[in-house]
């Protein structure tokens, strides 16, 4: 037999793009013996419809086999997980307001071999690995979905405080913001599962106090959520030119399967009077590959360092050099970091794991104010990246009142240096 995939040589149906997502090929034949003999990986990769394939991407990789230490056949193991990631790296500053999140890409392969012939390569037939995998990015990490079929409208367990809305807001702690000019974001998770229409959201209700509101209704069934990947993350920005936001003490996020059945725990964010300092609101991706968001009210600053790195010059570069005049150190490269200092108000130690999830996420922004040039969206967004390395958690019994600071660097630097 030519290169096929092993018994237990393909990925799972559902897979995660930051872990391996491996394929392994064997063959029995006699086909190794051969001249520059490799094992081959046709994989395609697409999303939108579980049926596209016909528009997929396709990637072709070889390699050198591993001999079995049985020495009945060879092995080659392929992991395919970096292609599939680099797919899934559009940042929130690339569009994501009132967007759809493709977080669900779909993988089909077919195994064969090559080998040369008079100095050229000849192939084996190809053997397809069947039923097409899906990788998500960024969800079923941590087990908080382990019953995927299950038909239960309530979390799987209580480490899901807002499922099905990605927020790892602490469940029955409020946020606060005070600034409505800038858009506060969420993603809402169109969770696919057997239990019928009410089991899985399909409406998201954003409630005032001073009673507008914002819904957004998704016409899918459980099957066009689990093989279409433009049903599977909605993510929504709510603006102060939205009604929901004039004069509203308080604004309720909710998500309901049907007009009556609520599901997961709702978001309530607190419109604050104007702090003393102007709030530093704080966007990142947490453990569900969505964004979350903090407003840190207490006092924030910004610093700026230079960098200099010099060289010595020639002395002796004049045929008259006198010691009062030569120019013994000239400047060879500089550079110049800001760095943005915030501190949070008076915290529920509950928002522990919340500042974990900052402190690992992969992408951070800070929301500034609108420009003319913002191409479309309602602020500016200044990515970040996090300086602090460490933070130690406090308790409510030990401080009473709980205060955390970050630092972040300014992922643009001041001086473009190519």
């Given at each position: 037999?030519?290169?096929?995939?092993?018994?237990?040589?393909?990925?799972?149906?559902?897979?995660?793009?930051?872990?391996?997502?491996?394929?392994?090929?064997?063959?029995?034949?006699?086909?190794?013996?051969?001249?520059?003999?490799?094992?081959?990986?046709?994989?395609?990769?697409?999303?939108?419809?579980?049926?596209?394939?016909?528009?997929?991407?396709?990637?072709?990789?070889?390699?050198?086999?591993?001999?079995?230490?049985?020495?009945?056949?060879?092995?080659?193991?392929?992991?395919?997980?970096?292609?599939?990631?680099?797919?899934?790296?559009?940042?929130?500053?690339?569009?994501?307001?009132?967007?759809?999140?493709?977080?669900?890409?779909?993988?089909?392969?077919?195994?064969?071999?090559?080998?040369?012939?008079?100095g050229s390569y000849v192939t084996s037939t190809k053997n397809s690995s069947g039923v097409a995998r899906k990788v998500l990015d960024g969800y079923y990490k941590w087990g908080e979905r382990q019953l995927l079929y299950s038909s239960s409208e309530y979390p799987f367990n209580d480490m899901v405080e807002n499922w099905p809305i990605l927020s790892a807001v602490p469940s029955g702690v409020s946020q606060s913001i005070s600034d409505?000019?800038?858009?506060?974001?969420?993603?809402?998770l169109n969770y696919s599962d057997s239990g019928g229409a009410s089991s899985f959201p399909r409406y998201y209700v954003v409630e005032g106090s001073n009673g507008e509101s914002i819904s957004n209704f998704v016409s899918v069934d459980s099957s066009d959520i689990q093989n279409n990947s433009l049903n599977t993350v909605w993510n929504y920005v709510i603006t102060g030119s939205d009604a929901v936001f004039q004069g509203s003490e308080?604004?309720?996020?909710?998500?309901?399967?049907?007009?009556?059945?609520?599901?997961?725990?709702?978001?309530?964010?607190?419109?604050?009077?104007?702090?003393?300092?102007?709030?530093?609101?704080?966007?990142?991706?947490?453990?569900?590959?969505?964004?979350?968001?903090?407003?840190?009210?207490?006092?924030?600053?910004?610093?700026?360092?230079?960098?200099?790195?010099?060289?010595?010059?020639?002395?002796?570069?004049?045929?008259?050099?006198?010691?009062?005049?030569?120019?013994?150190?000239?400047?060879?490269?500089?550079?110049?970091?800001?760095?943005?200092?915030?501190?949070?108000?008076?915290?529920?130690?509950?928002?522990?794991?919340?500042?974990?999830?900052?402190?690992?996420?992969?992408?951070?922004?800070?929301?500034?104010?609108?420009?003319?040039?913002?191409?479309?969206?309602?602020?500016?967004?200044?990515?970040?990246?996090?300086?602090?390395?460490?933070?130690?958690?406090?308790?409510?019994?030990?401080?009473?009142?709980?205060?955390?600071?970050?630092?972040?660097?300014?992922?643009?630097?001041?001086?473009?240096?190519?």
């Amino acid at each position: 037999m030519a290169a096929d995939f092993s018994t237990n040589g393909l990925p799972p149906l559902v897979n995660l793009s930051e872990s391996p997502i491996i394929y392994n090929l064997y063959d029995s034949s006699t086909d190794p013996t051969k001249d520059s003999y490799q094992m081959c990986l046709d994989l395609r990769v697409w999303k939108g419809d579980i049926a596209g394939i016909a528009t997929a991407d396709l990637y072709t990789l070889c390699k050198f086999p591993i001999d079995n230490p049985s020495g009945l056949q060879v092995n080659a193991n392929f992991d395919v997980s970096n292609i599939v990631n680099s797919y899934m790296q559009d940042s929130l500053a690339q569009g994501y307001y009132n967007t759809l999140l493709e977080n669900q890409y779909f993988l089909s392969a077919q195994a064969y071999s090559k080998w040369k012939v008079n100095g050229s390569y000849v192939t084996s037939t190809k053997n397809s690995s069947g039923v097409a995998r899906k990788v998500l990015d960024g969800y079923y990490k941590w087990g908080e979905r382990q019953l995927l079929y299950s038909s239960s409208e309530y979390p799987f367990n209580d480490m899901v405080e807002n499922w099905p809305i990605l927020s790892a807001v602490p469940s029955g702690v409020s946020q606060s913001i005070s600034d409505t000019t800038k858009p506060f974001y969420f993603s809402g998770l169109n969770y696919s599962d057997s239990g019928g229409a009410s089991s899985f959201p399909r409406y998201y209700v954003v409630e005032g106090s001073n009673g507008e509101s914002i819904s957004n209704f998704v016409s899918v069934d459980s099957s066009d959520i689990q093989n279409n990947s433009l049903n599977t993350v909605w993510n929504y920005v709510i603006t102060g030119s939205d009604a929901v936001f004039q004069g509203s003490e308080w604004v309720n996020i909710k998500s309901y399967g049907n007009s009556s059945n609520l599901l997961g725990t709702p978001i309530n964010i607190k419109i604050d009077c104007q702090k003393k300092y102007t709030p530093t609101r704080i966007i990142f991706k947490n453990r569900y590959g969505a964004f979350d968001n903090f407003e840190f009210s207490l006092v924030s600053n910004n610093s700026f360092e230079v960098e200099t790195k010099e060289y010595k010059s020639n002395a002796l570069n004049s045929v008259f050099s006198e010691y009062n005049r030569y120019d013994g150190s000239k400047t060879f490269y500089t550079d110049g970091v800001e760095t943005l200092t915030v501190n949070s108000d008076y915290v529920d130690e509950r928002y522990n794991d919340f500042f974990k999830q900052l402190m690992v996420s992969d992408e951070i922004y800070q929301v500034l104010d609108a420009s003319t040039f913002n191409l479309g969206m309602f602020a500016e967004l200044q990515p970040l990246t996090l300086i602090s390395k460490n933070l130690q958690f406090k308790k409510q019994e030990v401080d009473k009142l709980i205060n955390y600071q970050f630092t972040f660097k300014y992922g643009t630097p001041f001086k473009l240096t190519l």
